[in-house]
């Protein structure tokens, strides 16, 4: 791609025949002066489909390329390669060049790849440290390990005496279980911090007896240097929640204190201070991996939304300079590395219309699965952030980031998820959101679902969630699509800006449709996925542009048009205005349709 190649994943005849057609064919038609256009690069895995699939007029001039990773990486077993990265090949290429290990089997690649790949080294893990401070590295750093290594890794720290009693399949395969473990035994270490310290000793000796047998006596190492820089981030960022002591002065100069619950206007001021300081220190570049923004992002969105229910804490100059610094890093990084994007295979997802395919994935997995996911639409980041504090779910949770579709308008990024698509794929119906229920039975019919298994509601959120929960209680269902419109439709009427939407969002939280919707699902069998197509930011209006009537689409963030040409003479037009609107480059979007988007906290008003 940054060659200049146009690169296809191939899926099936009828979408590349509709890309082919569509991109290329026109393409070469439109060429003037024989001027060369971008090559294209047709990705097909032999796994699934065969070369026969790709129709021969398109074949017959193409050159034929057989690549495979066991060609590539013929020192390490297939299945390993398999579940890796793309972006790790480049680590694993670099560390056999380094090491030269030779041929490995099936397990000596699993341990190569742990060691060289993920820095992951089994062997020097040999304390309740060590295995605290590898864990917050997989867990809080957000570094994918693929199933198959974590559970070498499990299998590796089972066979050590020292951690036969710890849970360690729970707490290395899954976040949500290794922060609870966490949150469990914190009491613990606070009670021992207490009962040391008036003889002098500031950190409790760590133990962990957790016999059948015998009384559970835990003491996790966590003022040890390596684990604790952490433990003080888990606090400000929401992993790890403050506990109620008695007495909580006596830990005044000690810095398990950030855990302990103290004046809740200090607590405020204190988490938001540490968040801009993180915020700050860890902000992504315009060279970062997409993965570094989709671990940025909800730190970010803890600040925004503690910044907007919490008033006159963080001065509104401050924010604003580090939400300009951020908006300007994010707008290179975007302009630099998106159109990669949508090539990443859909596991773990990357866009927003990987999710159904993950679903998928879940149902394939037995003949009783089920999954239903719950669009709230218009919903911010940091707006899920106040929802989900203003929510008891009780069930295990895990957050996982997307990107949108760009412009992230309703009827291109929620009609992409529905449909499963890239808006190209769907340019007839791409100014409305009325095709999303046949899209999404298609889909659900292509993975083998009947009719009868599948359904799709939109216009929820104010209705009698009773009357809902009764239809999902249908015993065929397998597949569910639920479109929430609360939240854009204050959205659309708020007058009082960000601090508004949070009030307006908590407060629809605390009537209880979602928490009823969600334990009901979850009551009839549902794994629940709860996401959102676009978010929605305060701006300041910079003008409206004098089109007349050439915009197919004229929203407050973005402006869509015919062609190309149309577009740029726009465009002009706006730069006498400001120098925030940006000429989006056609990624992924249809041949007529061309979009200015706003970029910055503007918009055309």
């Known amino acids: 791609i940054q ?73 390490l077993f ?3 390669l398999k579940c890796l990265e793309p972006e790790e090949l480049d680590s694993l290429d670099r560390a056999i060049m380094e090491y030269t290990p030779g041929r490995l089997g099936d397990t000596a690649s699993r341990d190569f ?33 693929p199933a198959m290594l974590k559970s070498r890794l499990a299998e590796l720290l089972s066979k050590r005496a020292q951690f036969q009693d710890w849970p360690l399949d729970e707490i290395i395969s899954n976040s949500h279980r290794f922060f609870e473990f966490l949150q469990t035994h914190w009491p613990a270490y606070v009670s ?39 433990i003080d981030n888990l606090f400000l960022e929401g992993f790890l929640s403050p506990i109620e002591i008695d007495s909580s002065d006596d830990l005044v100069d000690h810095w398990c204190l950030i855990g302990v619950k103290q004046d ?6 204190k988490r938001i201070s540490g968040l801009v300081a993180l915020c700050q220190d860890t902000l992504p570049d315009e060279d970062s991996r997409h993965q570094a923004w989709l671990h940025f992002a909800p730190r970010w969105a803890e600040l925004c939304s503690l910044h907007h229910t919490n008033k006159d804490v963080l001065s509104k100059e401050v924010f604003a300079e580090l939400t300009e610094v951020i908006d300007t890093k994010f707008k290179e990084w975007m302009l630099n590395h998106y159109n ?25 997995s037995s003949n009783t699965a089920k999954s239903a996911l719950i669009l709230i639409d218009g919903l911010a980041l940091d707006q899920w952030v106040t929802l989900r504090n203003s929510i008891n779910i009780s069930q295990a949770t895990t957050e996982l980031s997307v990107f949108a579709w760009v412009p992230t308008v309703t009827s291109v990024s929620r009609q992409a998820l529905f449909s499963v698509k890239a808006p190209y794929q769907f340019s007839k119906t791409i100014h409305t959101t009325s095709a999303e229920p046949k899209a999404w039975l298609q889909f659900w019919q292509e993975q083998g679902l009947s009719q009868s298994e599948v359904m799709y509601k939109k216009n929820l959120g104010t209705d009698d969630v009773t009357i809902l929960i009764d239809q999902l209680s249908d015993h065929r269902l397998r597949s569910v699509g639920l479109v929430i419109n609360t939240v854009d439709d204050i959205m659309h009427g708020m007058k009082l800006g960000a601090e508004g939407m949070h009030n307006q969002v908590k407060l629809w939280a605390e009537s209880g449709y979602l928490p009823k919707l969600i ?11 709860i996401t959102s197509d676009h978010g929605n930011v305060e701006a300041v209006g910079c003008g409206k542009i004098s089109e007349g009537a050439v915009a197919d689409s004229r929203g407050e963030r973005a402006r869509v048009y015919q062609t190309e040409t149309l577009r740029d003479e726009i465009f002009k037009k706006t730069e006498n ?11 992924g979007l249809p041949s007529d349709y061309w979009s200015i988007v706003m970029s910055e906290r503007e918009a055309f008003v």
């Not at 990669?340 to 994935?361: D, E, G, Q, Y």
């Not at 334990?519 to 996925?529: K, M, R």
């Open 78 to 80: 297939q299945d390993v």
């Open 113 to 145: 790849v742990l060691r060289h790949v993920y820095q992951v080294a089994p062997e020097v893990i040999q304390t309740t440290s060590d295995l605290l401070r590898t864990l917050l590295r997989i867990h809080y750093r957000d570094i994918q390990l």
């Open 340 to 364: 990669s994007l949508h090539n990443h295979p859909p596991t773990p997802p990357v866009m927003l219309n990987h999710i159904p395919k993950s679903m998928a994935r879940e149902i394939a």
């Open 577 to 587: 205005e400001t120098k925030s609107a940006i000429l989006w480059p056609q990624i």
């Open 519 to 529: 334990d009901a699902l979850i009551d009839y069998g549902f794994t629940v996925h």
């Open 192 to 230: 021992a911090v207490k009962a040391s310290l008036p003889k002098g000793i500031k950190e409790p000796q760590a133990v962990y007896q957790a016999k059948e047998n015998k009384k559970p006596e835990v003491v996790l190492p966590f003022g040890h240097d390596d684990v604790r820089i952490y």
């Open 3 to 75: 060659r200049g190649f146009e690169f296809y994943p191939f899926d099936n005849s009828i979408e590349l025949r509709h890309f082919y057609e569509l991109k290329v064919r026109r393409s070469l038609s439109t060429r003037v002066n024989n001027v060369q256009g971008e090559p294209l690069v047709i990705s097909i895995d032999t796994g699934t489909s065969s070369i026969n699939d790709i129709p021969f007029d398109i074949t017959k001039n193409a050159r034929k390329v057989s690549l495979s990773l066991a060609d590539c990486f013929p020192e």
């Open 264 to 269: 809740p206007a200090k607590e405020v001021r």
